[in-house]
């Protein structure tokens, strides 16, 4: 996130990275998993197989 920016930094285009400017797409496991009981788990074991599938979509109004 963005959480942490202070607007030391430019964009791209010539803005500010500010405060809460920025997100982040962490779509591997739930957030704090290994810490949350009632999460499922995200131990891998030796010889099992981790898969996962993400699909962005994204549009714009004008």
Do not use: M
Not at 14 to 35: A, I
């Amino acid at each position: 996130s963005g959480n942490f920016l202070d607007g030391k930094f430019d964009t791209k285009t010539g803005g500010k990275n500010e405060f809460r400017t920025g997100f982040c797409l962490e779509t591997q496991h739930f957030p704090d998993s290994p810490n949350q009981a009632s999460f499922p788990s995200t131990e891998l074991k030796p010889g099992q197989k981790y898969q996962t599938k993400t699909i962005y979509k994204f549009s714009v109004k004008k």
